[in-house]
């Protein structure tokens, strides 16, 4: 077996190095191996694009087609979340071509976003047909989110490109979607884009109706209601409503400062200073310019400009005639310079594109480069196969002989622990058969002893000439005894052995303590208290607890009845209730000979030990005992014994208190008597 192990490792060893050699001759570069390690990749910032691009190149036949696809998607949204629209559209090309064709979800994905990419690098003949494949695929995965922000990022973009009839049509479709949707949401993102819209085409009546139509109070952001107040505050303008126009401007705002943006902020305040000249408020828009100076904020050369014009003409409006001019002359010469930047960006953009270009022919050439590759590890990949199906087979024998060995280990652990059940259950069997051995023996015993001596009472009597009245009432008397002895044994038995066998109905009714108790105390005076013995009760009388009555009596019987057993003539037999928080704790105390700390100890650890080896024995069975455990541990309580030789014993016992109505205690006082 160590040669066959030795031989197999030998094997295992040369074909994983060959299995190596073979993968190191895919590239040169760094290979990634798993769609994990890919992503890794993707989300480290150090590693440039122009990497991730050609390591996914590289190893595009090596990774799982689907999951790869899932990957590219979102490398192609970190692209074009960094502005990288050319790569960003090869990347979204790659990930359709690794795509299954049935999975409808990351096809919608990709062509929204394939929609979002052409809508920036000027193909904007296909940015009708990106987004409506999307918005189609969305249909079959009834995924309305996706439907109407489909049609509504296509109508923004035709709606840029001044082609407004596309625009509204594509509006059209995504507010259909909506209303069928009942999505107030996307309802109110309908009719903002046709608000702004129409107010692009100074159509202010129009662009006025759909902005109404927008429900403030309902799934609205609070960004898109500052846009939505600051439009207001422009169509009022235009209708020469300049107080409406003022509130909408000083909503807008007062939304833009609780969201933080500064900018926005900074527009809308400078948009309030332009309202405020044209209005002739010139000291409100004074206090405004202050408010604006107050704010640090980064300006673009645009908004530089807005802002240097607006202040140039407030120094104006107001007498400051120098500093006005001054103004001008600043905004003429950035205006100048500006121009100039702007012609040079428009000369590096054309250069990127051709540089963009070029990459995407090099990447068309990797392309083919790589099928190339795919071919010639074709012939690479039989010699894998073959050798990986011999390893195959290698790691099945040794799995079948692992799994045989480890079964055989298995089996003699099951026999074990058989041997073991077995013999503890011969142990149980054997400790059962001693117990029912001794009990029936002591049984027998103490039924003979009673019978017997009333059997031969009456034989004595029978043969006496004559009776006297004091005769006849011994006999009963000691009859009455006997007989009432032999039944509480029999009774004792018979509720052990139904009991044992589960037939003993546990049912807790509420239940008043101190008759149930006192009758059956009573009832054991009649019969056997020979002694003369006295009892003195310490019972709440109008406490009640769910208990099971029959149970309950049982129990006192027995505990009550091995009192008196134990008594000596004229004692006290003394029986306490008490309540302790959550529970009931009873003690019937007596002042009999007592017990010795050993016996108190055992007397409850096993049910043998009250008919094996005890001196309990020698006057009962124990029966009592076993049934008075076991039905204070049915109701959830415990049963102890506190006992001292020569003084007496107290045995105890709890039992959990439930809540109980006590306005009917008469009630239940007169059922417990029944």
Not at 264 to 292: C, R, T
Not at 509 to 525: F, G, R, W, Y
């Amino acid at each position: 077996m160590k040669a066959v192990k030795f031989i197999f490792i030998n094997i295992l060893s040369g074909c994983f190095f060959i299995f190596l050699s073979g993968i190191s001759n895919i590239n040169n570069t760094e290979a990634i191996q798993s769609v994990e390690s890919l992503k890794e990749i993707i989300n480290d910032s150090n590693i440039s694009c122009d990497s991730i691009s050609n390591w996914i190149l590289v190893c595009n036949g090596e990774l799982d087609r689907d999951e790869l696809a899932t990957c590219l998607v979102e490398y192609g949204k970190k692209l074009y979340n960094d502005a990288c629209f050319y790569k960003a559209d090869s990347i979204f090309n790659i990930a359709l071509n690794n795509l299954i064709d049935d999975d409808l979800q990351k096809l919608a994905s990709i062509y929204f976003w394939k929609g979002k990419v052409a809508s920036k690098i000027d193909k904007s003949e296909s940015v009708l047909d990106f987004f409506n494949s999307a918005a189609n695929y969305y249909k079959r995965l009834e995924n309305c989110k996706g439907i109407v922000f489909s049609y509504l990022e296509s109508g923004i973009f035709f709606s840029k490109q001044k082609n407004y009839t596309v625009a509204y049509m594509q509006f059209d479709n995504a507010l259909s979607f909506a209303l069928a949707e009942n999505n107030q949401l996307f309802i109110n993102l309908c009719y903002l884009n046709y608000g702004h819209c129409k107010l692009e085409q100074f159509k202010y009546n129009e662009a006025l109706k759909y902005y109404n139509k927008v429900d403030v109070e309902k799934a609205i952001s609070k960004k898109s209601l500052a846009i939505l107040y600051n439009n207001l505050s422009h169509i009022y303008i235009k209708k020469n409503n300049y107080k409406i126009a003022e509130h909408y401007l000083i909503q807008s705002i007062k939304i833009k400062e609780s969201l933080g943006d500064v900018y926005g902020v900074f527009h809308s305040k400078l948009n309030l200073i332009n309202f405020y000249i044209k209005s002739g408020k010139i000291q409100k828009a004074e206090l405004i310019g202050k408010e604006i100076g107050e704010l640090k904020v980064k300006l673009s050369n645009d908004q530089k400009l807005d802002s240097i014009y607006t202040f140039a003409e407030l120094r104006l409006k107001t007498g400051h005639t120098n500093d006005g001019i001054k103004l001008l002359n600043r905004f003429y010469q950035l205006k100048d310079s500006l121009s100039n930047i702007t012609f040079s960006d428009k000369l590096i953009d054309m250069q990127k594109s051709f540089e963009l270009k070029e990459k995407d022919q090099e990447i068309a050439l990797l392309h083919k480069e790589d099928a190339l590759n795919q071919a010639r590890l074709k012939t690479k990949n039989v010699l894998i196969a073959v050798i990986g199906s011999f390893l195959l087979i290698l790691i099945l024998v040794g799995y079948l002989i692992n799994r045989q060995r480890k079964e055989l280990a298995q089996s003699r652990r099951r026999l074990l622990r058989q041997k073991e059940d077995i013999t503890g259950m011969n142990e149980q069997l054997r400790v059962s058969n001693l117990a029912k051995d001794r009990i029936l023996s002591v049984i027998g015993h103490d039924l003979r002893g009673p019978v017997g001596g009333l059997k031969e009472l009456i034989e004595l009597y029978m043969e006496l000439p004559e009776y006297e009245p004091n005769d006849i009432k011994n006999l009963l008397k000691a009859a009455r005894e006997s007989s009432t002895s032999t039944y509480h044994l029999l009774e004792n038995l018979l509720s052990w052995a139904n009991s044992q066998r589960g037939d003993i109905v546990f049912n807790p009714v509420a239940t008043p303590l101190a008759p149930l108790i006192k009758q059956s105390v009573q009832l054991l005076d009649r019969s056997i208290n020979v002694r003369n013995v006295r009892f003195e009760y310490d019972i709440p009388k109008a406490l009640v607890i769910q208990v099971d009555m029959n149970m309950l009596r049982t129990i006192i019987r027995n505990l009550v009845s091995n009192a008196l057993k134990y008594s000596p003539d004229n004692g006290l037999i003394k029986i306490m209730v008490i309540e302790d928080g959550k529970q009931v704790k009873f003690c019937i105390c007596d002042e009999g000979k007592g017990m010795t700390a050993d016996e108190t100890k055992s007397i409850f650890k096993k049910k043998e030990t009250y008919f094996i080896g005890s001196e309990l024995t020698a006057k009962g069975t124990g029966l009592g005992l076993i049934l008075c455990k076991e039905f204070v541990e049915r109701h959830g309580g415990v049963i102890w014994i506190n006992s001292k030789e020569g003084v007496g014993t107290q045995v105890w016992f709890s039992i959990p208190q439930k809540g109980v109505s006590t306005t009917k205690v008469n009630e239940l006082q007169s059922s417990a008597a029944q």
